[in-house]
């Protein structure tokens, strides 16, 4: 799925690296990531007992058996709590350090700057990631996302500001076949149809002129085979040239 991109390529600060160029200890916080995912999918989708969506459960139409879940729900937080704040004691990535150094720090720093560890949609050390995963197809940047249940807007739908972001995410990156960068100005979205839930979503995106300091970019999205948005992109480039993602343009 993945086509390797070389080492001068400015759009890497977005795709995914082989684990077997990262540490034990990155590898290790990448499936830590990936259970915080599934604690806030768990957390948000419990059943608190008191909508009557199981009628035929004693368990839900019981007030002393409420008692009981809601004591269950406490012992679980309870729990959750102390392994927050057993996280929170460990040592932390200092940020202001990581945006002033950008390019210039240390290979494993470096890491620490690019969007494909730290990005809130295809950050493998961000929970919050969805995530996105996101592959170079020559001068076209492709991706996928599965959305589950915390992303969902209209019922059994993707919010469509998760849709617009993973647009902002992937033509962001793929401007870089310009061969610099530049922050959004406009990003133009058209929700053609509805995007599912728990379904395969694939993206493309590409770049398509340059005028002066903006770069102009296209992007579709897909469920199913079938296109259920679009977006264009303008992204303008900073007067000194330089991003704060680990590369510059």
């Known amino acids: 799925m993945t086509e390797a991109v070389s080492k001068g390529d400015i759009r890497r600060a ?20 990936e259970q915080v995912r599934r604690l806030v999918d768990a957390a ?21 058996n409420d008692t009981d879940r809601a004591a ?4 679980l937080a309870a729990e959750a709590e102390a392994l927050a704040d057993r996280i929170g004691a460990l040592p932390r990535i200092p940020r202001t350090d990581i945006a002033v150094e950008g390019v210039n720090a240390s290979q494993a720093r470096r890491h620490d700057a690019l969007l494909v560890e730290r ?10 990631a969805p995530p996105m995963r996101m592959w170079a197809d020559g001068e ?24 617009a972001a993973c647009f902002d995410e992937i033509l962001g990156c793929a401007q ?10 406009t990003l133009t979205i058209t929700l053609r149809r509805a995007t599912p839930l728990y379904t395969k979503i694939t993206y493309e995106a590409g770049f398509s002129h340059r ?20 977006a264009t992109g303008v992204f303008v480039i900073p007067a000194n040239g330089r991003m704060g993602h680990g590369a510059t343009g």
């Open 44 to 64: 948000f989708q419990l059943d608190a007992g008191d909508a009557g969506y199981h009628p035929d459960d004693a368990d839900d139409v019981n007030d002393v």
């Open 72 to 75: 269950r729900f406490m012992a």
């Open 140 to 163: 076209v940047i492709r991706g996928e996302a599965y959305f589950t249940a915390p992303y969902e807007g209209p019922a059994g739908r993707v919010h469509g500001a998760w849709v």
């Open 176 to 185: 870089g076949a310009s061969g610099a960068f530049g922050y959004t100005g």
């Open 211 to 230: 005028e002066g300091r903006k770069i102009h970019g296209w992007g579709r999205c897909y469920a199913d085979g079938r296109l259920t948005a679009e």
């Open 119 to 128: 990005s809130t949609i295809n950050g493998r050390g961000n929970p919050l």
């Open 14 to 33: 977005w795709l995914d690296e082989d684990e077997a160029d990262l540490s034990a200890a990155r590898v290790a916080k990448h499936r830590l990531v």
